[in-house]
């Protein structure tokens, strides 16, 4: 069996192994934007190969997938599959496993995702309001209070600006703060033209964040283990957003911080999601899906946003959690039969899945990049541990290279996290700079410290939620205005009416 | 001035004579080293603008505690009989001219030096006199100031009673008569420092004594007892005492203390709320909470109390008590100007005002707990703006 895999990350990687496991011996072959290592030695070792191509290209990965001529193709990320590489290939007869482009605008466009929740009634929703132009935007800002300001596209999680603005004493700077979060925002989206929208504006939620990814073959829905990640560059939760520094799952389907109740709205509002996206958009949907959800006083089960594939470093706990043919799965995923398939997760183990990256990520790629870096992969497997290869490329010189973006992902795992926890700060210990350039990780992922708080963060929202849902308020926002009465909307500031 | 700033710190008045005019000025432009000035009178003000708050003239300059279109009336006539040479005799004659009308308590200086300090007839606002050694009278809003300034209180005055001097001579008076409304009820629910005594009443006593009867209100079992900053810590321990539920200490205020129900500019009062309120999460988490509050405006300061209590402390759950019956129609006399579109009592309903802030539960005192508190302490309050014209019932 011929498999071709599109995308050159550490989740592809998590995916080549993945696929790999599978007893009847795929060849796997990647077409990927750089010679990604790991997946060029996954590639290799199963009789395959790997090309060099840039994936968001449809002519170009079409053009791969003649050679190979794959029995299933798997499309890894998101851009290829905006840019309607997976349209292009599905077109062209194959069996494809990945969102096509009208279905992956559930990612793409936040104003779209938003709008779809509102229009459905959808649990889990937020308030929002999206802007074209960058002077509406600044005008409305003006009488924001608490939100969040986002880019209305999917830019690769960056230019997310949060604001709480909960001290009145401190509300004038932070409107500067907004209106120069919209006007970057505004900057960076200008170089898409897929987007009309450029500009998103939320109301602000706190709480516990976890991912809830599936897979679907358009009616039945595989639910996958909850996954924690850490999307800030540093410990203590500090630094700028990143595409993930880490990740935790387990025990069984959910989180230390998650009850199972919460797992199965989260589980609702992700199925009701797809019903309705397939009927909005009018087309099927096949391949993985993920709601980056949170915890909030709101609603409890939250959704921040959306993935049309499966989340990087969140997929990478699968590696060791899920026991069953992943192959069989992605098959018959894409031939539409999943409602028989059988996949178990080991209730038993636990996670911890740690990024290492060069400094300077995720602002300075230029600077975090051509750093010389080495790898000791057997000790890190004598820990139980796996390595993940990810922005790093070979030299010629024999030597690994960054590339700017998070190098390595080491995935492991123990029947408590204690356990996990050490032995992924033993494995990330054999990730080293040759040049002295400094690389870093989070030594706070997967610790039981860390775990505690956000268990006592999530049992403080849920403590609100349940009183709030108890009175009727769910996801209802009480604002009275003097003179004006009662409005419902949330994105208005406490001092909004006295502007 | 330090004394009195909770009463409003936008604006600090001072007048006095300098040369053959008297003349007013912002306290940060006068100099108090200036041994030639025997006589001044000075306020201090919630709002910026001193429109009907001082009157000056050259010959006499007043300054007033609540905005009145008759305090212009006033001065213009004492400035007349000052030019004429008028004795202090024929100054009270004067006064008494307004019998019936509502002049507000007022202090003035006058260019011969003299001072007139006169409580409104109505009683509406409270006026205290205290002495320093042999050289100094000191009329003031509050006793504390008094106190504060290291002097002795000497005597509350009563309705329609004032005090003259000219440094020769001190006379205490009375003119003007009509009809007394009784001492404005938030001087002793709000305004006033728990130090204070007010009309001979002990401010704190007072209030610890509310804060008992709020107790008859707690429908639920609570597991501490708050009091939002500083000016509901007195009927938050009469809470606590007649429950026996310990009172905890719930923020701690940043900065200057600065009082809110003062501002005017509602982005600016929220700044004041917000300024006094990070919590203390220690004594709450976990916690079923009572929280006591002096009075309910807009609910804004309370609406964000609730969220962060919910938010950043983690509390079970939040009774509110507010320590005063419900505010539900404007001040007509200028005490409070708060428009009555903007007391969340007067506007919502109970369900909704609950919905909006958020609170498990949610009491005000009723007006009958204030008339048997107020009748047990021997005095006579305005209740106008609680919806009852008087409480109490003499003294």
């Not at chain 1, 000790?379 to 070979?394: H, N, T």
């Not at chain 2, 019936?100 to 202090?107: E, S």
């Not at chain 2, 509602?266 to 916690?287: T, Y």
């Amino acid at each position: 069996m011929r498999v071709l895999l599109v995308g050159s990350g550490g989740r592809e990687h998590t995916l080549a192994k993945l696929l790999l496991r599978s007893t009847r011996e795929p060849r796997l072959y990647v077409a990927s934007d750089y010679a990604n290592p790991g997946l060029l030695r996954e590639a290799m070792s199963s009789g395959g190969r790997l090309y060099t191509v840039n994936t968001a290209d449809p002519q170009r990965v079409a053009k791969v997938a003649e050679e190979v001529s794959p029995d299933l193709i798997v499309v890894g990320p998101e851009e290829p599959q905006f840019a309607g590489v997976v349209d292009a290939l599905r077109d062209r007869g194959y069996a494809v496993f990945g969102a096509s482009s009208r279905c992956s605008l559930i990612e793409r466009s936040k104003v779209f995702a938003r709008t779809l929740m509102w229009k459905y009634g959808i649990p889990g929703r937020l308030y929002f309001k999206a802007f074209r132009s960058l002077e509406e935007a600044a005008e409305f800002l003006r009488f924001a209070g608490d939100v969040v300001v986002k880019p209305a596209r999917q830019a690769g999680g960056k230019g997310v600006r949060v604001v709480r603005d909960t001290r009145a004493y401190l509300s004038t700077d932070k409107f500067e703060v907004k209106a120069q979060a919209a006007s970057r925002i505004y900057e960076e989206l200008s170089r898409y033209r897929d987007s009309d929208y450029k500009v998103l504006v939320e109301q602000r939620v706190e709480g516990v964040e976890y991912t809830a990814q599936v897979i679907t073959d358009g009616s039945c829905v595989l639910p996958l283990p909850l996954v924690q990640d850490h999307p800030h560059a540093f410990e203590g939760d500090l630094g700028p957003e990143t595409g993930g520094m880490g990740s935790i799952s387990g025990p069984g389907v959910t989180l230390p911080f998650v009850t199972y109740d919460e797992y199965v709205t989260t589980g609702d509002i992700v199925k009701q999601v797809l019903e309705r996206l397939q009927e909005e958009v009018g087309d099927r949907y096949v391949g993985a899906f993920a709601g980056q959800m949170m915890l909030t006083a709101l609603w409890g089960p939250t959704v921040i946003e959306f993935y049309s594939r499966f989340g990087d470093p969140e997929i990478a706990n699968l590696l060791p959690r899920i026991d069953g043919d992943f192959l069989e799965v992605v098959e018959r995923t894409v031939s539409g039969r999943l409602a028989g398939a059988k996949l178990s997760v080991r209730g038993d183990v636990v996670s911890v899945v740690k990024a290492i990256a060069p400094a300077g990520y995720p602002s300075g790629k230029e600077e975090a990049s051509g750093h010389p870096v080495a790898v000791d992969e057997g000790k890190i497997r004598e820990l139980g541990c796996d390595l993940l290869y990810a922005s790093v490329i070979a030299g010629s010189d024999g030597y690994l290279y960054t590339k700017g973006s998070r190098a390595f992902e080491v995935v492991c795992y123990a029947d408590s996290y204690a356990e996990a926890y050490r032995l992924s700060e033993l494995a990330v210990g054999y990730v080293r700079s040759l040049d002295g350039w400094p690389l870093f990780y989070r030594s706070d992922v997967g610790s039981p410290e860390l775990i505690g708080e956000r268990a006592r963060l999530a049992e403080r929202v849920r403590k609100v939620y349940t009183y709030r849902a108890s009175r009727g308020l769910s996801w209802r926002t009480v604002v009275w205005i003097p003179g004006r009465g009662i409005v419902d909307d949330p994105l208005l500031s406490y001092t909004g009416w006295s502007k | 001035m330090l004394a009195l700033q909770h009463r409003g710190e936008e604006r600090r008045i001072v007048c006095s004579r300098a040369g053959g005019e008297v003349t007013c000025r912002d306290l940060e432009s006068w100099s108090p080293r200036d041994l030639s000035v025997r006589v001044a009178v000075a306020a201090t003000y919630s709002s910026g603008s001193l429109e009907n708050l001082v009157v000056c003239d050259g010959t006499v300059a007043a300054v007033a505690d609540r905005r009145s279109r008759y305090l212009e009336e006033v001065v213009e006539e004492v400035s007349k009989a000052v030019n004429r040479g008028a004795t202090w005799r024929a100054l009270g004659e004067v006064l008494e001219q307004f019998s019936g009308v509502d002049v507000p308590t007022f202090l003035a200086v006058t260019s011969r030096d003299e001072l007139v300090a006169w409580r409104t007839p109505s009683g509406l606002t409270p006026l205290v006199v205290g002495g320093y050694g042999f050289d100094l009278l000191i009329a003031s809003s509050e006793s504390s100031a008094i106190e504060v300034l290291d002097a002795d209180v000497r005597r509350h005055l009563g309705p329609a009673e004032g005090v003259y001097t000219s440094g020769s001579y001190l006379k205490f008076f009375r003119a003007g008569g009509g009809p007394a409304r009784g001492l404005c009820a938030f001087e002793l629910l709000y305004t006033a420092r728990h130090d204070a005594v007010v009309d001979g009443v002990a401010v704190y006593k007072f209030r610890k004594s509310l804060g008992w009867e709020l107790s008859k209100l707690l429908a639920s079992e609570v597991d501490v007892v708050v009091g939002i900053p500083e000016t509901a810590t007195p009927y938050a321990i009469g809470l606590s005492q007649a429950t026996g539920k310990p009172f905890e200490v719930a923020f701690v205020p940043t900065a200057a203390r600065s009082r809110s129900m003062m501002k005017l500019d509602p982005l600016e009062r929220l700044v004041a709320v917000h300024l006094k309120l990070n919590p203390v999460r220690s004594s709450l988490e976990g916690r079923r909470v009572a929280v006591v509050d002096d009075s309910m405006v807009t609910g804004a300061t309370m609406r964000s109390v609730s969220q962060m209590l919910r938010l950043r402390v983690g509390v079970r759950e939040i009774h509110l008590l507010i320590a005063s019956p419900r505010l539900v129609r404007n001040c007509p006399y200028s005490v409070f100007e708060l428009s009555q579109d903007h007391l969340i009592a007067a506007n919502l309903d109970y369900e909704s005002i609950r919905a909006y802030l958020e609170v498990d539960s949610l009491a005000w005192l009723d007006l009958e707990s204030v008339e048997r508190v107020s009748r047990t302490f021997h005095c006579n309050l305005c209740g106008f703006c609680l919806g009852r014209e008087s409480l109490g019932g003499g003294r």
